[in-house]
């Protein structure tokens, strides 16, 4: 016996397997179908300046058709973190699409910016047609709810480097602004008012410490909430990212003074309200005026958090931050209602002595 055939290999001289890219884990048709599947879905994000039809190298945009006279681009890339591991043990994959355009586009208007475009890159294991499908349908309609066009994106199928059923999302958005409106403006100063908008809950950051807490309370994610009645724990931690864009262009537009607007991400109040502050003043923040969502409340008992940690790793229910001059707080709050925005004064800016951000009063969390 050859020392092939004592191997379990073919007999010398036999012929070679033919190896196919199928073989290796990588299915083209597959791939092909996702295409054809998500094709009718990216036109329901179609506006001036875009068709928003796959199937090019690159997509186009033309911002002069998007009425544009002297426009500066702002372009920004997020993911979703470790909320697609709740989606993904959760089995729920149709929110994950718009926190992924969420925490792009949040990003854009902050700097007075109009989403324009977003493409997305999908990587698996092995992709499922059918949960890819449901992805890119929640990523069109958190397009559709920031006015951006999808004009691509990319699928990876990368078997051994993610496992079967895993997933990763990444997101990229460019959006405009003329040149004279970007923010933040550099005459915010002491006396401005701080106007907090309601998140929709938890967003899209802090998701290692939520999956920690959840491990401790030995819940599974197809448990009924604790906090959210009618749900399943998977279904309520994955609410999805609120999308501020349309308000916020709106009250811009009506131009009543905005001087700056902070996207509250990771880090919380605490972190991300001094990136729009002069270095010369802070933001008091009265905590009483602040309404969390229940979840907030249950992190914060089921992981003994303390307040300061809460407010440096969670939005603790305020989403963005406005910073407008104090004669025009009114105003602007109306608008804001007007256009369907949970918004209430929480503060203002005070001259710095210390802290960038100072905070009075305590989180009002449901013991």
Known sequence: MSQSQADGGAPEGAPKKTFTYADSGVDIDRGDALVRAIGPLLKRTARAGADAVIGGFGGVFDPKAAGYKDPLLVAATDGVGTKLRVAIDAGVHDTVGIDLVAMCVNDLVVQGAEPLFFLDYFASGRLDVGVATTVVDGIVEGCRQAGAALIGGETAEMPGHYADGDYDLAGFSVGAVERDRLLPLPTVAAGDVLIGLASSGVHSNGFSLVRRIVSAEGIGYDAPSPFAAGLTLG?????????????????????H?????????????????PRVLPKSVAGRIDLSRI??????????????????????????GIGMVVVVPPGEAETVLRILHQEGEAASVIGEIVPREGEAVVYDGALPLES
């Open 235 to 255: 279904q309520s931690l994955l609410a999805p990212t609120r999308i501020y864009v349309k308000s916020l262009l709106k009250a811009l537009g009506a131009g």
């Open 291 to 316: 309404a969390p969502p229940p979840v907030f409340s249950w992190l914060a008992k089921g992981g003994r958090i303390a307040e300061a940690e809460m407010l440096r790793t969670f939005n603790c």
């Open 257 to 273: 003074g905005i001087k700056a607007l902070a996207h509250i991400t990771g880090g919380g109040l605490t972190e991300n309200l």
